[in-house]
């Protein structure tokens, strides 16, 4: 059996259409389904049973272990200002399921985020020396409760109180099919396929920085299918264990990535640059790219979508199409 936390949503359930495909059936999906049309990103799947979170401390202990806990389910909203929420449902779930996981000897993956790196001015290479980690600092509440877990398992995993194997990946920019239900949330891509497949103009920030044209400022920006592959990688290497970053370790820009939806949809794109607000633009990062040495250090070996790939796989085999789940 393997737990899937988040399993409804985004990274979630295309971590689950691997799983089905790899001929995993056995999973229990732990996720809230909500009113809208969140369902659909697994209404295609098979899978075990559906755990709502606030039952899960109950449900594991009714168990003596599993296979895996891949756990995806957090509050991701970078604009999140309730500490006590986020503290509930970030840390302290990952807290329980990591002392879970360690007392049954089950193996745990869970989702950090490279919002831990903060503007990015000490970088973003996935050093967990406690010097590194303490050079971050997180630009919002959910970036920091991301952080303060990643310290707390490499405490514990000092101690020698660890799952057997326990991985945290720092994903970077992820884009990809089952996206929808995340609202304003969603990736440029997804939001602007639409109105560039309507030949609108696609509005886009200024750059408010100098060394920055308007556009380009840079984001690595990873396919939903490499960040599944790493993980099902992970699960059939169990002597893979740390901090990881995911993304593809190339910055491209804003105005790259909608110039690649332009392409797969064989439509022109054009743009209109408008001012960036001014509540973000001190918290605005330009420039974000992943250092992927460790990854590959570890053995991972499989090339990364580029952009145009990936973009021209979610635009032509999703979104352009009448069924945009995957």
């Known amino acids: 059996m393997i737990i899937l936390t988040g399993g409804a949503g985004f990274i979630g359930s295309n971590i689950a259409a691997d799983l089905n495909e790899a001929g995993r059936n056995d ?33 594991l202990e009714g168990l ?10 957090a509050n991701s909203s970078t604009t999140a200002t309730d500490g006590d929420e986020i503290i509930r449902s970030n840390l302290r779930f990952s807290t329980r399921l990591w002392d879970w996981c360690t007392r049954t000897s089950t193996p745990l993956i869970y989702a950090s985020s490279a919002a831990t790196y903060g503007d990015g001015t000490g970088g973003f290479v996935d050093d967990d020396s406690d010097a590194a980690l303490d050079q971050l600092h997180p630009l919002n509440l959910y970036g920091w409760s991301k952080h303060a877990f990643d310290k707390w398992a490499l405490e514990r995993a000092r101690r020698g109180e660890a799952p057997p194997q326990w991985a945290g990946l720092k994903f970077f920019n992820v884009y990809g099919p089952n996206e929808a239900h995340k609202g304003d949330m969603k990736s440029l891509v997804a939001k602007n396929t639409p109105p560039i497949l309507a030949d609108q103009v ?36 169990p002597g893979v264990s740390g901090l990881f970053n995911l993304g593809t370790g190339r910055a491209r820009s804003f105005r790259d990535l909608m110039l690649a939806v332009g392409l797969a949809a064989d439509r022109p794109v054009n743009f209109e640059f408008v001012d960036m607000p001014v509540s973000i633009r001190n918290q605005y990062q330009y420039f974000t790219q992943a250092d992927m040495m460790k990854l590959k250090s570890a053995g991972y070996e499989k090339p990364f979508y580029s952009l145009e790939e990936g973009v021209r796989d979610y635009v032509q085999n999703y979104l352009m199409r009448d069924d945009q789940y995957r």
Not at 64 to 73: E, L
Request: hydrophobic fraction near 45%.
């Open 27 to 59: 999973i229990v999906i732990v996720d809230h389904l909500g009113t809208d049309a969140k369902w659909r990103n697994i209404a295609k799947r098979r899978f075990a049973d559906i755990v709502f979170p606030e039952e899960m401390s109950t449900y």
């Open 64 to 73: 003596s272990g599993a296979d895996a806990v891949i756990h995806m389910g």
């Open 202 to 237: 696609i509005k886009m920030f200024k750059s408010h920085k100098a060394g920055y044209a308007d556009g380009e400022q840079l984001r690595d920006f990873v396919y939903v299918r490499d960040c599944t592959s790493v993980i099902s990688w992970l699960l059939q290497n």
